[in-house]
């Protein structure tokens, strides 16, 4: 019942910037936190970003001071703003959110991981 759903990849020249947002939808209780991950080929997925619902962030040492991550909680979204990019930035980003749900038939509650589907960043020389 939950989705998570990125936008904002696209091709961009080195310097340039991006703006990610990643929606979460469906019925849940509460998100407890988001985050943002990128994957380059050949290579493991890694955490870029994330943020918890008490505000603490935290940043891959690649992209701190050029990215940061936000949320507007009303409407169930974060948001990576990406500036001064590099070619080494180029991956397939991904939405990750940890969400708490009521079991489907049950009154139990369980908290879970969610992926969205990845949006694509090319930074070019």
């Known amino acids: 019942q939950v989705q998570l759903v990125e936008s904002g990849g696209g091709l961009v020249q080195t310097g340039g910037s991006l703006r990610l947002s990643c929606a979460a939808s469906?019925?849940?209780?509460?998100?407890?936190?988001m985050a943002w991950y990128r994957q380059a080929p050949g290579k493991l997925r890694d955490l870029v970003a994330g943020i918890r619902s008490g505000g603490n962030i935290n940043y891959a040492d690649s992209v701190k001071g050029r990215f940061t991550i936000s949320t507007d909680n009303s409407k169930n979204t974060v948001f990576l703003q990406m500036d001064s990019l590099k070619p080494e930035d180029t991956a397939f980003y991904y939405c990750y959110a940890r969400i708490m749900t009521r079991r489907s038939g049950t009154v139990a509650f369980t908290d879970s991981d969610y992926w969205g589907q990845g949006t694509q960043v090319t930074v070019s020389s």
């Open positions: 469906g019925t849940f209780i509460s998100i407890s936190k």
